[in-house]
């Protein structure tokens, strides 16, 4: 992060040589899968829990065009382009969604601007969102009915006429009762009852 601001040059030089083989190998995936892919995951964190790691302007210069490629490409396949960023990456996503982005994760909806019923309301006719249920508080260290309540408010807000896959917004830690994890999932089961 240090060097896209201090060595912009150097940094340039590295993505130009790590683009081609990246692509490469996701050519090779793609041409190796044809037909059994829905959606291919792409994972480039650009958010902390207060904000974004970079500004919009060096995302823009250094990491937007490598990932248009990889966009294209990936829908040139008739595959769907899941996303994972983490954290207050609320400012990113119109660029993520002009991209060709179709489905968002994680949704850590606590994280400043990742509101969910302002997300949904002004950016959720144009992806998918996937995750919401809280991992950091609530599904490790509250009660079942308290993860019930987390994953309905997910439902009815991030679910709202469609476009959100409902589950936690991280890996399940190892800590994480099993009771909190059935509550998420038959809460998610009962609600498409």
Not at 91 to 118: F, R, T
Not at 133 to 157: G, H, I, K, Y
Request: proline share 5%; aromatic share 6%.
């Amino acid at each position: 992060m240090i060097n896209i601001a201090l060595e912009p040059h150097f940094v340039t030089a590295a993505l130009d040589k790590i683009e081609p083989l990246q692509t490469t190998m996701l050519e090779n995936m793609l041409a190796h899968t044809k037909g059994a892919l829905d959606a291919n995951f792409i994972l480039h964190n650009m958010g902390s829990q207060q904000g974004l790691l970079i500004s919009p302007a060096m995302w823009e210069a250094f990491i937007k065009p490598r990932f248009t490629r990889w966009c294209d490409l990936i829908h040139a396949h008739g595959v769907k382009l899941f996303h994972h960023t983490d954290g207050a990456v609320r400012p990113s996503i119109p660029h993520y969604i002009e991209i060709g982005v179709d489905v968002l994760n994680p949704i850590q909806h606590k994280c400043p601007g990742m509101e969910m019923a302002g997300l949904k309301r002004d950016l959720g006719s144009a992806l998918f969102f996937y995750g919401g249920v809280d991992t950091q508080e609530v599904l490790p260290f509250r009660d079942a009915d308290a993860v019930r309540a987390e994953t309905s408010a997910c439902l009815d807000q991030l679910g709202a006429d469609g476009g959100f896959i409902c589950c936690s917004c991280h890996k399940i830690q190892a800590s994480t009762p099993v009771e909190n994890i059935l509550a998420m999932i038959e809460t998610v089961h009962s609600h498409r009852a």
